[in-house]
Nanobody
Framework: QVQVVESGGGLVQPGDSLKLSCIVSGRDMSDLDMDWYRQIPSKREMVAQIYTTGGERYSEFAKGRFTISRDNAHNTVSLEMNNLKPSDTGNYLC??????????WGQGTQVTVSS
């Protein structure tokens, strides 16, 4: 059984940084494209993606502030977030997607940015 588990969230102040981690167990992650999404009450939106090739893609709000990385040897994906804003508050979810479209989601880790 494949499991995806996120960690690293918390309560921080505007301008602070956080690093989120996601670990995949039950299968090799190296052939999965990996994403970070965030869930807010009204929607779920893509934050950043890192492909099996190592290529990356970011949403506009994440560009210049967030960095996604992967460590296939340890089956982990990270999201480093800098200069956090209250609008970054949400439940951050990690997703792996295979070439056949199979998706693996975690339960998320809560990030709250507030003064």
């Amino acid at each position: 059984q494949v499991q995806v588990v996120e960690s690293g969230g918390g309560l921080v102040q505007p301008g602070d940084s956080l690093k989120l981690s996601c670990i995949v167990s039950g299968r090799d992650m190296s052939d999965l494209d990996m994403d970070w999404y965030r869930q807010i009450p009204s929607k779920r939106e893509m934050v950043a993606q890192i492909y099996t090739t190592g290529g990356e893609r970011y949403s506009e709000f994440a560009k210049g502030r967030f960095t996604i990385s992967r460590d296939n040897a340890h089956n982990t994906v990270s999201l480093e977030m800098n200069n956090l804003k209250p609008s970054d508050t949400g439940n951050y979810l990690c997703r792996g997607i295979s070439s056949t479209g199979t998706q693996y989601w975690g339960q998320g880790t809560q990030v709250t940015v507030s003064s």
